[in-house]
């Protein structure tokens, strides 16, 4: 149990340290709380981290053991690295405060920041993160490490889609059971959270640009099949019931939920098909000025349409506005949007408009961070956008 827990706890605790820290500044001793006072083990104390240097030595000399063994040292951290920078810089922290504090530091971390500093030059173009849901999921995701890259901002995760995440996993009883579209999925993180942990009984991810298109497919496949849950060659086997990949025109049909329908498949449409834990999990190519007329779309009757971070371009808001207005007008629905508040201006110039076509935008509560955790350096704002009758 002891080994389980940490193993969650420094695993969770390295992959967000690139995005829970601010001006450089590594605070360990304040995060523990977020991971250690849930557990109810005796053996994993409050002050467990605080231990790592100002415990005996022996005693931080395990806790330096378990902490390279769950982050740089991991498996799944191997098999899938985060950024190498990231890497360096949370060991680099680590040895410096231990040495500032007069311990010993375990020769591993010498080994392994070394091996780390003199190592062959990888691809840097993307790397990876890892977010610990509970005992059972884990979400990873390949992103681009430039935050504009190919022509478009949609190949890395945002605050909103950490934001909008944090908040489904939180609120998981108005996702179960529900037909759920998401515009603008990007990477992917929303959607596999929200499909792997809430149980909705349809998850629908969507976006336009082909770059963004691919990296989703291939992070929905990494999670949905297992691949990042099986590491250093142990065997797996795909538990998903059904894949469909279209990749030209085509009929096809797709059994869901008893029944069979179909639907033309093509290269503007339906790209990936899947099945996984009896919820149907498909990516759809979807602009927003084909919304109105799709006719896809009016077959989904979506009940929950999910969306993060769109709004941020002015030139985009009466294209945008026009799909949440055909989308909630249309049919019985509620649309959950996460925006992060660059720019108050911008963001109530969309709520106007949105008021202007009889749609009404109502500011829900958000609690700090509770499952995935990030920088709220930026506020931001989540709405439940719905249409006024």
């Known amino acids: 149990m002891f ?18 820290h601010s001006a450089r500044k590594f605070h360990v001793i304040n995060y523990h709380h977020h991971y250690f006072l849930s557990f109810n083990n005796p053996y994993i104390q409050s002050n467990l981290l605080h231990e790592l240097y100002s415990s005996s030595s022996n005693r931080s000399m395990l806790v330096q053991k378990l902490l390279l063994e769950n982050t740089v040292n991991h498996p799944l951290v191997k098999k899938f690295p985060p950024k190498l920078s990231y890497q360096l810089a949370f060991l680099k922290d ?15 971390l010498y080994i392994v920041y070394c091996s780390l500093l003199s190592g062959p030059t990888i691809d840097s173009s993307c790397h990876y993160r890892h977010f610990v849901i509970d005992h059972s999921v884990t979400i990873t995701i390949r992103e681009s490490s430039k935050l504009i ?73 990494l999670n949905v099949t297992g691949q990042n849950k099986h590491v250093l060659g142990d065997s797996h086997e795909d538990n998903s019931v059904v894949t469909h990949t279209c990749s030209g025109d085509e009929n096809v049909s797709l059994a869901c939920d008893g029944h069979e329908w179909t639907e033309l498949c093509d290269r503007s449409q339906i790209l990936l098909w899947k099945m996984c834990n009896n919820a149907e999990i498909g990516v759809l190519n979807l602009p927003w000025e ?41 049919r019985s ?26 749609l009404e935008a109502t500011e829900e509560n958000l609690s700090p961070p509770s499952v995935l955790y990030y920088s709220t ?13």
């Open 3 to 20: 080994c389980t827990n940490v193993n969650k706890i420094l695993k969770n605790l390295y992959t967000n340290y690139r995005y829970c």
């Open 94 to 108: 680590i040895i410096t405060k231990l040495e500032r504090h007069g311990q010993e530091v375990l020769e591993a």
């Open 149 to 221: 890259s190919q022509g478009t901002t949609g190949l890395c995760s945002w605050q909103a889609a950490l934001t909008l995440a944090d908040w489904c996993l939180c609120n998981c009883e108005l996702l179960r059971n529900r037909r759920i579209l998401e515009l603008g999925s990007g990477t992917g993180l929303t959607g596999l959270c929200v499909s792997l942990h809430c149980k909705p009984s349809s998850y629908w991810f969507s976006d336009c640009h082909p770059a963004v298109l691919s990296m989703l497919q291939s992070n929905i496949m």
């Open 290 to 330: 084909i919304i109105p007329t799709s006719d896809f779309v009016t077959w989904l009757s979506p009940e929950v349409i999910l969306a993060a971070d769109l709004v941020y371009d002015l030139s985009l808001f009466p294209v945008l506005s026009q799909a949440f207005s055909h989308l909630l007008h249309k």
């Open 333 to 358: 629905c509620v649309l959950f949007l996460a925006c992060t508040v660059r720019n108050e201006e911008t963001l109530d110039a969309f709520i106007q408009l949105l008021r202007t076509m009889n």
């Open 377 to 389: 350096d930026v506020p931001g704002k989540l709405y439940r956008v719905s249409a006024i009758r």
